[in-house]
């Protein structure tokens, strides 16, 4: 029987594990037309290659990056896997650069699997006073002509914004690709392919979802050779993307923009409150002009707005008083702010930064706020009675 169409404005979800292919000659013009890795094939053949729900979330993606394609996976890390597997061509690999102040679930897997597991000459690139030398960085580059250079726009959890318009030129001027995560600037404040970038990261699960309950990460670029390694990669480990979380993806995108603007003036006008705040010592946002990176800053992001992380650091006579303030913060506004390891909720939240990242990190009072889109006044309220309350001791 014939089915009717129905007049629905949304993609629907295509749970099929697998597509009808009719007859013989589909099936065999359908294979050997997979071998060709399109975005968008003509026959579906199975979810883990290409599935219509989620090239749908991926084209609204598209639109956001202004990219010629985006492919969706299961998780951050995944996307971070399959846009790095890209550039691994056995033994003919070249090194690869990655700068130090990058999220440190990406440090991990390039200890454990890229180093430990797959044996492949890494190296490393760390900033001088909380910003990265750009001569320096020319030497390194030079000298080692790696496969890539990997990057973050805005740092997990310093924040340093790389000057990326001049770490791109460099690389390209010696024949390196540059990968950038751009989970905390996302395009709304910068599209890094404009400057020429090779690959775009996001977690998915930041942003672009904002709502705290599904996970995914997308990578986009604009050179289709690179698309074609990257479906062919993403297929044979099975790094797809659900095609229910890529439906919810997909509503959630249509509000990023709104949530993010709205994130991003909380998260300065916060910044601004805490750096006068005596029992806090260091604030760390790049819209402040006491950070590093303020300058970069306002050059990449074009006043647009800063992201909407802050890191601070309580004041202290030693740790133990550290600890005690922080810890003293956290349960102070645990009622409406809650202490979970993620960002991009709608909800602010936040996460100690050195029970996470201990050795890296190792200052005790430091804390990461990942701040939502809720009323300004409200957040402002909460934060500060915990504050009046510390400093009342």
Request: with cysteine; glycine share 8%; charged share 25%.
């Amino acid at each position: 029987m014939k089915r009717k169409e129905v007049n629905s404005s949304r993609m629907p979800v295509y749970r099929d594990s697998g597509f009808e292919l009719y007859d013989a000659g589909t099936t065999s013009g359908a294979f050997k037309k997979e071998t060709e890795h399109e975005r968008e094939p003509d026959n579906y053949i199975y979810s883990r290659y290409r599935n219509p729900t989620v090239v749908s979330a991926e084209e609204e993606i598209m639109k956001l990056e202004g990219c010629s394609w985006a492919l969706l996976t299961q998780s951050g890390m995944s996307a971070i896997d399959t846009a790095l597997s890209v550039f691994q061509h056995g033994k003919e690999t070249k090194p690869w650069l990655f700068f130090t102040e990058i999220y440190g679930g990406t440090i991990s897997f390039i200890e454990s699997v890229l180093k430990k597991r797959r044996g492949l000459d890494i190296h490393y690139f760390t900033p001088d006073n909380g910003k990265y030398d750009l001569n320096e960085f020319e030497k390194v580059v030079s000298r080692l002509k790696p496969e890539f250079v990997y990057i973050e726009s805005i740092s997990n959890p310093m924040l340093i914004v790389a000057d990326v318009t001049e770490i791109t030129r460099t690389a390209k001027k010696h024949g390196s690709k540059v990968i950038i995560d751009n989970t905390f600037a996302t395009p709304w404040l910068y599209k890094p392919l404009d400057e020429g970038v090779d690959i775009v990261i996001h977690s998915a699960t930041k942003y672009f979802s904002g709502h705290g309950n599904l996970t995914a990460g997308v990578i986009c670029g604009n050179d289709k050779k690179i698309m074609q390694s990257a479906i062919e990669y993403r297929k044979f480990v099975g790094h797809m993307l659900s095609p229910d979380d890529a439906y919810r993806l997909q509503t959630q995108i249509q509000s990023f923009e709104l949530r993010f603007s709205r994130q991003c003036d909380n998260a300065s006008k916060l910044a601004e409150h805490l750096s006068r705040v005596p029992v806090i010592k260091k604030v760390w946002f790049p819209g402040l002009k006491s950070h590093f990176t303020h300058i970069i800053a306002e050059k990449l992001f074009g006043g647009k707005g800063f992201g909407a992380m802050i890191t601070f650091d309580f004041d202290g006579k030693d740790e133990n008083e550290k600890r005690g303030r922080r810890d003293k913060f956290i349960k102070l506004v645990s009622e409406k702010i809650k202490l979970i390891p993620t960002l991009g909720d709608p909800n602010t939240i936040l996460m100690p930064v050195e029970a996470v990242w201990g050795i890296k990190y190792p200052e005790p009072g430091m804390i990461r706020l990942s701040v939502g889109f809720e009323d300004y006044s409200e957040l402002e309220a909460t934060i500060t009675k915990a504050l009046e309350g510390i400093e009342k001791g």
